[in-house]
């Protein structure tokens, strides 16, 4: 009997397949009914997921409970969407979303909701269909002064979203936490937004700068300055978890050449991120803090001081002093990014760097060179959650000309590194680039929402 792909044993046949792209096992699927069926194997789809970083997975939800088919379905879209996003001039879609003004700052929520701060409100907007864009929550926040900046997460269930923002205070700061019930239907009826927490700092022991969440775990950074500088050893992360209302106040103990501090906060690490004397960044992972991931927690406030970490990475110098962490997650990801430009004081290139979470990865970090327009500047950038894709509004200082930039990269550096304009330039916009004030970016879909200042909210898609 002559031997044929058929006729091989199926753990060969696997085998093989797992040597084939993506783009190659879907191909063969549609050769024959008996390959459509084998192709659509668990553990092949599985293996080949983990060389997708960036897929649309609904938040909390691991990849390994999914099924075969499921994952083989969200591949193939992950497939459109890297080809059309690598794609020069690729053909995107405006839709203009709804009138909102004073815009400050946006967020996805997985890539169904938009989180949109204003100068007095919270509001999150459910946008799967552009047509049928509605708000879904809606909060009021107390006070005249505008807030600062702000975090959200999609709860477990994905019927809630807690969202947590810093707001300036009579001689200090304060940190709200709401947690708002979203409404799956447009006639559905309006749930009011409960207030979760409320700390107040004043000036004198700080100011909250930074805030991240997830899970119901909240963490926002107290750096204090002195004499308008930042002094590292006086950097504190507050930590709280709304569910059991345990906070836990972490020193970092980071040393004094340390300098432009930022932090994550991943499925059981906080990462945090420093440039280390004026020239390379610097990660470091802490396991969490026991108190407020514990479920039954043996104290409500407590103070820790962190000891060595588990891993620490340093990246080849870095262009500026200036970087953008990637965007927090739901998914526990292997890796965490920064995005650094060029420098037009310092004469150095910008990057990409991924650096490993997992203590027992070994692997050092993997940088990118960004190559930019020599004269220009990033305004505003976002950096998507796995650090493959990227977006930004870049100014050119010679024409006075905006862009939308567009960069897409691999982890693992198997493909070329692309950076180019995201839109073509016959394309018609009904503003001005130079009027966006935010932006918000879905890695996973490709989806770009804009907010500008004649109070129109637009979304970029494929």
């Known amino acids: 009997m002559a031997l044929t792909l058929l006729t091989l044993p199926e753990d060969i046949l696997l085998s093989i397949l797992l040597f084939l792209r993506a783009e190659d096992i879907l191909i063969l699927s549609q050769t024959c009914r008996v390959l459509h069926e ?19 997975i609904a938040p909390y939800v691991d990849r390994n409970d999914l099924s075969g088919p499921a994952l083989q379905a969200i591949v193939t879209r992950a497939l459109s969407v890297d080809h059309n996003w690598r794609k020069t001039s690729p053909r995107m879609q405006l839709a203009r979303l709804v009138d909102l003004d004073g815009v400050s700052q946006m967020q996805f929520v997985g890539s169904h909701w938009l ?25 009021d926040l107390p006070g005249p002064a505008v807030p600062l900046k702000f975090a959200a997460a999609m709860q477990r269930g994905c019927k809630e979203v807690l969202i947590a923002v810093i707001s300036p205070s009579k001689s200090g700061t304060l940190l709200s936490a709401y ?33 991240h969440v997830r899970g119901s775990l909240i963490a926002a950074g107290i750096p204090q300055f002195i004499d308008g500088v930042l002094s590292p050893g006086a950097y504190r992360i507050l930590f709280i978890n709304y569910m059991t209302s345990v906070q836990c106040l972490v020193d970092p103990q980071l040393p004094q050449e340390f300098t ?37 927690p043996l104290v409500s406030e407590s103070v820790e001081s962190l000891t060595t970490p588990n891993a620490e990475y340093e990246s080849p ?23 650094s430009f060029h420098s037009l004081v310092r004469m150095a290139d910008g990057y990409i760097v991924h650096f490993p979470l997992h203590s027992k990865d070994k692997t050092p970090c993997f940088a990118h060179p960004l190559n930019t327009h020599p004269a220009s500047s990033a305004e505003i950038v976002c950096l998507g959650q796995t650090g493959s894709r990227a977006v930004w509004l870049e100014r050119r200082w010679g024409s006075d000309e905006y862009m939308l930039m567009k960069a897409a990269f691999s982890p693992e550096g198997e493909n070329p590194v692309v950076v180019e304009p995201l839109l073509a330039r016959h394309m018609a916009l009904p503003f001005q680039l130079h009027m966006c004030q935010a932006l918000a970016f879905d890695e996973a879909t490709g989806r770009v929402a804009l907010a500008v200042h004649t109070g129109e909210l637009h979304l970029l898609q494929f």
């Open 260 to 296: 432009q501090l930022h932090f994550q906060i991943s499925l059981t690490q906080l990462v945090l991120a420093g440039v280390c004397n004026q020239s390379s960044l610097v990660v470091r992972t802490h396991d969490l803090p026991a108190s407020v991931v514990a479920t039954s």
């Open 179 to 211: 947690t708002a019930f979203l409404k799956s239907q447009r006639d559905d009826a309006n749930i009011l937004p409960s207030l979760r927490c409320s700390i107040y700092k004043p000036q004198s022991e700080g100011r909250f700068y930074e805030v």
């Open 115 to 139: 989180v949109v701060l204003r100068r007095s409100s919270l509001s999150v907007w459910r946008v799967a269909d552009t047509t049928e864009a509605y708000l879904a929550a809606a909060i």
């Open 38 to 56: 084998f192709t659509a194997n668990d553990y092949l789809w599985h293996t080949i997921a983990t060389h997708y970083p960036a897929l649309d």
């Open 317 to 339: 110098p870095i262009s500026d002093l200036d970087y953008i962490l990637s965007a927090d997650s739901t998914h526990d990801l292997p890796h965490i990014s920064s995005i």
